[in-house]
């Protein structure tokens, strides 16, 4: 190893270690965790891997050869009777009554009751008794073969070492369960190896681990371990139990202990509650879990069901989710949308954060990366609760060993190389190039296609790709030339006569449109489905909006100063000009809009609340936009009329407040009728 390699690679190793004395002394003397077990584990083991790799340079105080580390090959090796399986995961409701419909399906017409017990999180084991004396205890090790470790588990003090029943004793009985320090006796064990200048340990599961683990027995004597039985892998004779539940209960008389909490559930959205439950109470539990196990509880039935490959059909482990775990940034990319947008993402070593592997996480815009101060190489804590898209929580800036380089946002953009802009005042820096750019383009042309606007119906995300990927869409107005590449259409997979034909039809039905859905589906920032149909009416035509001024535009109700701004950009960048001018070339014709002065209710705004019965509400709101009318979502003193249905809630009190004009459905009805519409016009 060259010098400077080998400076580094100390430097690594210091660091790590520094930083993980830093937060053993925040949790056990501070009493103040400043990162979770989860992430204390993961620096941990960047450490025990480098160490493993370079173990020359192991260095004197590293936290990793305190404890364990021993010859692990001087215990015996024991063959399982019974298989050591693991169980599978889920991680969601969906996902557990997923499970559930799994087993009801293979036990049609049964009633099955699920018991539902903590998922324990120390080490699982394995006890034989003889003649009701403990005789072996053996680890799971990969599940066919264990470590027999006899010696430490007999000094475990709630563990029967002689069962004690006034029933009848099995000839052989082997129990299965987990080996656990509980919370109280792990804190007190780190105080005093605190005080004593002995390792600390990360959680209980660690220290129960490295005290079963010792080869003296007096060490795990002197340990606070606990067993918690949860299953019995054979008995002989054999018991007359049923039940999971059962089982477990008859352990008991036996003198085992069992996990303080257990449910037997009827349905599954039963177990769901009793996890919800548990994962509040989790706190106040005298153990570590780190989610729950569901069986089903009928032995029969569990029969019935059987294995797949290494895990039971009738059990799942469901799991609390990760709260946060640790990974490093690969790279930061920008990714450009629809209107521009520059997003930044950063490309993480795929890490798995609550049950899902997360790669990718979005970090919204420069300031947040200017705010966090993350930079390529960064180690971060990447969390996610439940569903929600995981965000970069914590950038460990004293894990930084390279001079890492601060990130800009780019001149150009990444995709066609036009140049990036970013407004004073914004939060978004967006490419220039409009339609130029290839990234913007697709996403203009989903839009341009979609129902409210050019409506091409079929044009769907597949056939997208591929005309993208044939190079036959260079921009929207190619749309319109699809028909003369009829062959090239048909060589698509998937695409026969029938759906090519289909689509040149639709693509020519489209040609017939209105101005306002043609304005729409220009994609202008800011102009959405109303603006766009204020603009239409209010300008009669295409060119008088091309040319039209900031003061112009601002006479339209919705438009204002700033979306005035984005339309007279949008017209004057040179491609989209060019766009345009093809797309006026291929035939589309609009009628002209009813003049704005000419509209009933013109400029008004309307809001629809509860449920209509007769009408659907985008029936409605065609009704009123006809009209002249904006429907808006919210009640304010600008509304006009608010029209309420059944179930009409905190929109009807705030317009009766207001004194707004309420009209009830059949009113709003004969309303509209005396201006001609109706719902079939
Ligand atoms: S039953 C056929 N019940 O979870 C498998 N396991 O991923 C039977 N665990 O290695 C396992 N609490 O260490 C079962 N109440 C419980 C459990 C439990 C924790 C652990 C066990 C096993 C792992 C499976």
Known sequence: MLDHEKNKLIERMRQLIQVLAQHNHAYYVMDQPSISDHEYDQIFHQLKDLEQQYPAYVQADTPTQ??????????????????????????????????????EERLPQQNIQYDVELKLDGLAISLWYEKG????GVTRGDGETGEDITQNVKTIRNLPKVLTTKNFVPELLEVRGEVLMPKSGFEKLNVYNESVGEKTFANPRNAAAGSLRQLDPTIAASRPLAFYAYGIAQCEPMHELDSMHESLHWLTTFGFEIA?????????????????????ERDELSVEIDGMVIKVDSLKQQKQLGFLSREPRWATAYKFPAVAALTKVEQIDWQVGRTGALTPVARLQPVTVGGVEVSNVTLHNIGEIQKLDVRVGDTVSVYRAGDVIPKVERVWHDLRIDKLTKVNLPSQCPVCDSPVVMPEGEALARCSGGLFCAAQRIEAIRHFVSRKAMDIEGLGDRWVESLLHLELLKDVSDIYQLYLHREQLLSIEKMGEKSVQNLIDAIEQSKKTTLARFIYALGIRGVGETTARMLASHFQGLDAIRCANVEELQKVPDVGEITAEWIIDFFQAQHNIEVIDRLMTVGLVW??????????????????????????REQATQMLQALGARVSGSVSSKTKCLVAGEKAGSKLDKAQKLGIDILSE????????????????
């Open 260 to 280: 303080e909490r257990q449910f037997l559930c009827d349905s599954i959205s039963e177990v769901q509650e009793k996890y919800e439950q548990i994962q509040q």
């Open 666 to 681: 059949q009113e709003f009805i004969v309303l509209m009728n005396s201006y001609g519409q109706s719902s079939n016009t």
């Open 133 to 136: 004396v403990l005789v072996k």
């Open 66 to 103: 305190k404890v364990g580390g021993k010859a692990l090959s001087k215990f015996v090796t024991v063959q399982h009777a019974v298989p050591m399986l693991s169980l599978g995961n889920v991680f969601k409701q969906e996902d557990l009554f997923a499970f559930a419909r799994r087993v």
């Open 591 to 616: 009628d002209v809009p009813t003049a704005s002065t000419t509209q009933p209710l013109n400029g008004q705004s309307w809001v629809l609340t509860g449920t209509l019965s007769e009408l659907n």
